[in-house]
């Protein structure tokens, strides 16, 4: 049984903020939005969890190993260098839909994402002592991206394509399964899983595959953290490359 641990960020009144006085250039925000991201990256991933950008105003990270204090360090430090601010909320399940859920709930709770009196919220339950066995971590791939799309299609064509897969799998995933997939760059897709079976995987790379005629193969790990489970992942990944086949398990 898996324990996977959440933790929703939300920018504080981020809204309000982009448009006053009045609205800001976009590439400023651009560019706040993706130094935040590379910060929290950094401090997530040195206590070897993983975050993912999302919709950059809200962002979902897997922090199994990262407690109450680190969670206060990080909204001190994002508070003493960003001229925003932002809210945690922490939540703990065996299906990562649920944890994100109760995250979700503990700043919801505390006021509107869109509110000057709520700052900095931290509300959540921690997972302490994350065992071996508590996270899975699947890492898609599209086969031969490079072959199909990349060397032969220009830019947004190719990106229509991917896109459309990843969006066919998040859907997927989320309802058979209540897992989170994120997109992460080139033909990538990382999904917070519970216990899938061989079958199950199986079963949604045929379904994105008839959906979005998108080919997709799978590595899984386990582990105590995101890193563990999901440097596991990335090994399975190399194996279905070496075996030729869509899904392999570290
Ligand atoms: N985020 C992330 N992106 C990766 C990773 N590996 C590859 N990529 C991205 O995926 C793109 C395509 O690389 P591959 O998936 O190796 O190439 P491919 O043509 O699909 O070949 P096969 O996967 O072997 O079928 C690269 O340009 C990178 O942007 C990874 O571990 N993480």
């Known amino acids: 049984m898996t324990a996977t641990q959440l933790t929703l ?25 993706s130094r935040l991201f590379a910060d929290l990256a950094q401090f997530v991933g040195s206590r070897d969890g993983y975050v ?4 950059f105003d809200n962002m979902v990270a897997a922090t199994n190993g990262l407690d109450r204090t680190d969670h206060a360090l990080l909204q001190e430090s994002i508070g003493n260098r960003y001229p925003v601010t932002i809210s945690l909320g922490v939540g703990v399940d065996e299906v990562p839909i649920e944890a994100l859920e109760t995250a979700t709930e503990r700043v919801q709770d505390a006021g509107s994402a869109q509110s000057a009196d709520r700052a900095e919220v931290l509300g959540g339950e921690f997972h302490e002592d994350s065992g071996d066995g508590d996270l899975r971590i699947a890492h898609f791939d599209v086969n031969d991206a490079t072959g199909k799309y990349t060397d032969r299609l220009n830019e947004f064509d190719t990106f229509i394509e991917i896109e459309q897969g990843y969006a066919s799998l ?12 994120f997109f992460v760059g080139g033909d990538n897709i990382i999904a917070i899983c519970p216990d899938l079976s061989v079958e199950e995987y199986h079963d949604a790379i045929d379904h994105v595959a008839e959906e979005a005629g998108v080919q997709l193969k799978v590595g899984v790990g386990r582990g ?3 890193h563990e489970a999901g440097i596991g992942a990335k090994h399975a990944l190399e194996d279905c490359r070496y075996e030729g086949t869509l899904v392999e398990f570290a």
């Open 170 to 181: 998040m859907r997927y995933m989320r309802e058979a399964h209540g897992a989170l997939s």
């Open 9 to 33: 960020i939300q920018i504080d009144n981020y809204g309000p903020w982009t448009v006053t006085p009045e609205p800001r250039r976009e590439m400023d925000l651009q560019t706040l939005q």
């Open 52 to 55: 993912f950008f999302t919709r």
């Open 224 to 226: 105590a953290t995101a």
